[in-house]
């Protein structure tokens, strides 16, 4: 009997050290108030500060033609990392669903209104709509993607593009 008491006294002791464990970063969407220790499980939104864009990363062929003969076909393969070539190069999300773009001398470029399902980040512009895949997002960096696929027929030239652009951020608090 003193046996199971005293186990019971130092299951008591030892249970009420610990330290509630949880999300301790107050910018996450899962903040745990109470939470004493990290446990790792931290998840972020687009929302919170503005997103700069680092690079941006171009991928995928473009084909011109002219009455069926071709007069460029190339493949894309680079990264842009000049801050006046960047666009978007500043995104802010607000919380009322309200987005701005501003260009690297801090203008404002254009705004619109923005919603995420899982992965896909929609924004939504006034003459265009552009559907992104959230590849990566943590409390400082993003990694978005956007497939761009048009064709286009103007006077005989046809025109096809098939890229991915991929856009590296960094959020600025």
């Given at each position: 009997m003193?046996?199971?008491?005293?186990?019971?006294?130092?299951?008591?002791?030892?249970?009420?050290?610990?330290?509630?464990?949880?999300?301790?970063?107050?910018?996450?969407?899962?903040?745990?108030?109470?939470?004493?220790?990290?446990?790792?499980?931290?998840?972020?939104?687009?929302?919170g500060?503005?997103?700069?864009?680092?690079?941006?990363?171009?991928?995928?062929?473009?084909?011109?033609?002219?009455?069926g003969?071709?007069l460029?076909?190339?493949?894309?393969?680079?990264?842009?990392?000049?801050?006046?070539?960047?666009?978007?190069?500043?995104?802010?999300?607000?919380?009322?669903?309200l987005y701005?773009?501003?260009?690297?001398?801090?203008?404002?470029?254009?705004?619109?209104?923005?919603?995420?399902?899982?992965?896909?980040?929609?924004?939504?512009?006034?003459?265009?709509?552009?559907l992104?895949?959230?590849?990566?997002?943590?409390?400082?960096?993003?990694?978005?993607?956007?497939?761009?696929?048009?064709?286009?027929?103007?006077?005989?030239?046809?025109?096809?593009?098939?890229?991915?652009?991929?856009?590296?951020?960094?959020?600025?608090?």
């Amino acid at each position: 009997m003193k046996r199971i008491a005293y186990l019971i006294i130092l299951t008591l002791i030892f249970s009420s050290c610990q330290k509630e464990q949880g999300c301790t970063d107050n910018f996450a969407l899962n903040y745990n108030i109470d939470a004493e220790e990290d446990d790792g499980t931290c998840q972020f939104g687009v929302t919170g500060g503005s997103w700069i864009t680092q690079s941006i990363t171009i991928e995928g062929n473009m084909t011109v033609s002219m009455g069926g003969f071709p007069l460029l076909d190339s493949t894309l393969n680079f990264v842009e990392t000049n801050p006046d070539s960047l666009e978007p190069y500043k995104l802010t999300f607000n919380e009322n669903s309200l987005y701005t773009e501003h260009d690297n001398s801090n203008n404002l470029v254009e705004g619109g209104t923005w919603s995420v399902s899982g992965d896909q980040l929609t924004i939504n512009m006034d003459d265009t709509t552009l559907l992104l895949m959230i590849e990566s997002l943590d409390r400082d960096n993003a990694v978005l993607s956007l497939d761009i696929i048009e064709n286009s027929n103007d006077n005989g030239v046809t025109i096809d593009v098939d890229i991915t652009q991929t856009i590296n951020s960094l959020r600025e608090w």
